[in-house]
C-alpha cells in the first residue's frame, strides 16, 4: 500500500504560471483535503473534499481550484501563481467515523512549491 | 472561535532531560478530538496521538505521556529522556465536525531540538 502519494515533490513556477497537484490515495478514505504549510503558521486548510465529486472551500482557498472527479484522487489547482503561493503543500485523508469518533489524518509527503 | 495555541515556538534541551510541549485551545463544541503530530526533518507528519473530549485519562506510550485537563482547555505532550531522534517539530490540532466534515485546526507549531 503506498498510502497517500504527491505528485510533484519538488516544483518552481514563475509568476503567472499554472500548474496542478495530484493527491492520489489508496485506503478508500472519503474525506481528502489540501494544506499549506508556512514558516510558523501551522498546517491552514485551503480546500476539501466529503466524497467523490464533491468540494468545498477552507480558511484559505483564494487563487487555488480543487477537483475529485474520482474518489482516489484530489487536485489541487493554481490558474496563475503568485510569488505568497510558495509554500509546501500537504495532502492529507480521512476515514469516515462518526460525529462523536473522529479518525486521525493520514498525509502525504508534501510537495514545495516556489514561486518567483 | 476555534483556535489552538502552542506558545512555544522552539525548545532545545540536552539529550536524556525530560520536556513539555505545552498545547491550548479554544472550542465552542462538546464534542471535539485533539491530536497530536510530529514533522521530522523528513517532512512527513506522523500521527501521534487522539483524544476525544469526554476521555480525560492520562495516556502513556512508552517514552511520551499525554495530559488533557478540560478545566484548563490544555493538552500537554511530555517527552521523558528525550532522544535525538525526537528532534522534530510537534503539531497540536483540534478536531471538530463542521458543515458535514471534519476539520483540524492546527496550532503554530514547536520545534524541539534534542542535542547530543
Known amino acids: 500500500n503506498a498510502g497517500v502519494t504527491q505528485t510533484p515533490k519538488f516544483r518552481v513556477l514563475k509568476t503567472g504560471q499554472s500548474m496542478t497537484l495530484l493527491c492520489a490515495q489508496d485506503?478508500?478514505?472519503?474525506?481528502m483535503y489540501w494544506y499549506r504549510q508556512d514558516p510558523g503558521m501551522g498546517l491552514r486548510l485551503i480546500h476539501y473534499s466529503v466524497g467523490e465529486g464533491t468540494t468545498a472551500k477552507g480558511e484559505v482557498p483564494d487563487g487555488y481550484n480543487v477537483s475529485r472527479l474520482k474518489k482516489q484522487n484530489f487536485l489541487l489547482g493554481l490558474e496563475s501563481a503568485a510569488p505568497s503561493q510558495t509554500s509546501v503543500y500537504f495532502c492529507?485523508?480521512?476515514?469516515?467515523?462518526?460525529?462523536?469518533?473522529?479518525?486521525?489524518?493520514?498525509f502525504g509527503p508534501g510537495t514545495r512549491l516556489t514561486v518567483t | 472561535a476555534q483556535k489552538v495555541t502552542q506558545a512555544q515556538t522552539e525548545i532545545s534541551v540536552v539529550e536524556k532531560e525530560d520536556v513539555t510541549l505545552d498545547c491550548v485551545y479554544e472550542t465552542r463544541d462538546t464534542t471535539y478530538y485533539l491530536f497530536w503530530y510530529k514533522q521530522p526533518p523528513s517532512g512527513e507528519l506522523v500521527f501521534l496521538i487522539r483524544r476525544n473530549s469526554f476521555d480525560e485519562q492520562n495516556e502513556i506510550s512508552g517514552r511520551y505521556s499525554w495530559n488533557f485537563q478540560k478545566s484548563t482547555s490544555s493538552f500537554n505532550f511530555t517527552i521523558t529522556a528525550s532522544q535525538v531522534v525526537d528532534s522534530a517539530v510537534y503539531f497540536c490540532a483540534l478536531s471538530e465536525f463542521r458543515d458535514s466534515s471534519y476539520k483540524l485546526i492546527f496550532g503554530s507549531g514547536t520545534r524541539l531540538l534534542v542535542r547530543p
Open positions: 485506503m478508500n478514505h472519503e474525506y
Open positions: 492529507a485523508t480521512q476515514k469516515m467515523g462518526l460525529r462523536t469518533f473522529h479518525y486521525e489524518q493520514y
